[in-house]
């Protein structure tokens, strides 16, 4: 069997997109993970299914590098736009794109015919610990103590349709996220695994973030991690709400947008990297 398929980034998180709009792909779980190698497959951090939807203009579904399906990504969905609308298959800058975490709308910024970057309306932030999911105590989970191996930190907790656990540091360069990264991902407080982000404070317009990712490690970047890294720099008094605040990620910048109304909005890039055709 052959596979088509296009490789896409957001600002370093790439994925493996593919058309399904005629016709579903079979296993996609074992697919992502044959893909996602970056040994012996194409490398990415995952796959990417292009989808009909009867309730959206597209339906996008994503699976991890380790075969589970994602709720929502961030990068991935302004990667969904710009496939939609650089090869034809819409003609409208203001899509949506129904996920796993909801119906999430897009605007699209256009240069030369092709899309460039992208506002995406990721729909309000969740905040109640047994939404997230999160196994603490209380209606909020802001600036909570918590024992991973021995150490305590202080996490924030927030669903942007998927769970996230943020935490401030002084240094994100000098973290050993592949050692502490899994130790909050498999915490046993989060029933269904966390994606954590070690964030640095710089001003109130500008933060560093590294994540480690369920189901993928490290990434480059996360569009969910920094909605939420935002959130909690504004729940912890950090950074101002209605103000776009830079993000500042190993593959590049994002800007994200915190409403009073608890809306979360983030624009950023999407870059087409290669087409190509894999014998599975």
Same mark, same amino acid.
């Given at each position: ?20 709009? #005629? ?5 996609? =779980? ?12 194409? /490398?990415?951090? /995952?796959?990417? *299914?292009? +989808?009909? @939807?009867?309730?959206? #203009? ?23 736009? !710009? ?10 800058? $203001? ?9 999430? @709308? ?11 970057? $992208?506002?995406?309306?990721? %729909? !309000? ?10 196994? *603490?105590? %209380? =209606? ?9 191996? /021995?150490? =305590? ?7 942007? &349709? ?25 915490? @046993? ?13 710089? #001003? ?10 369920? &189901?993928?490690?490290?990434?480059? $970047? +996360?569009?969910? %991690?920094? +909605?939420?890294?935002?959130?909690? +720099?504004? *729940? ?14 190993? &593959? %590049? #910048? ?5 409403? !009073? ?8 890039? $999407? ?10």
């Amino acid at each position: 069997m052959q596979l088509s398929f296009t490789k896409m980034h957001g600002i370093g998180n790439d994925y493996i997109y593919v058309n399904c709009l #005629d016709k579903p792909l079979q296993n996609p =779980e074992q697919i992502s993970q044959l893909v996602s190698d970056r040994h012996f497959g194409i /490398g990415s951090d /995952g796959l990417v *299914l292009i +989808c009909p @939807s009867q309730i959206a #203009d597209f339906r996008m579904r994503m699976f991890n590098a380790d075969g589970s399906e994602g709720n929502m990504c961030g990068n991935a969905i302004r990667c969904v736009g !710009k496939y939609v609308y650089d090869r034809g298959l819409t003609n409208k800058t $203001a899509i949506t794109i129904e996920t796993k975490s909801g119906v999430k @709308s897009l605007k699209l910024d256009i240069e030369n015919g092709k899309v460039q970057t $992208a506002m995406v309306n990721m %729909g !309000k932030a969740i905040l109640n610990p047994k939404e997230i999911p999160v196994d *603490l105590p %209380g =209606e909020t989970c802001i600036d909570t103590p918590l024992l991973v191996n /021995g150490e =305590e930190y202080a996490v924030t907790c927030v669903s942007m &349709g998927n769970p996230h656990a943020v935490v401030f540091v002084e240094d994100t360069d000098s973290l050993e996220l592949a050692k502490i990264g899994p130790q909050f991902e498999f915490h @046993s407080v989060f029933p269904d695994r966390v994606n954590t982000e070690f964030v640095q404070f710089i #001003d109130e317009k500008n933060i560093k973030m590294r994540v480690w990712e369920r &189901g993928s490690g490290e990434t480059f $970047a +996360c569009g969910t %991690g920094a +909605c939420a890294s935002v959130v909690a +720099c504004v *729940l912890n008094h950090k950074c101002p709400y209605n103000t776009e605040i830079t993000v500042h990620l190993r &593959g %590049g #910048d994002l800007f994200i947008t915190y409403r !009073k109304d608890g809306t979360v909005l983030m624009r950023g890039s $999407a870059t087409h990297v290669f087409d190509g055709v894999i014998d599975l």
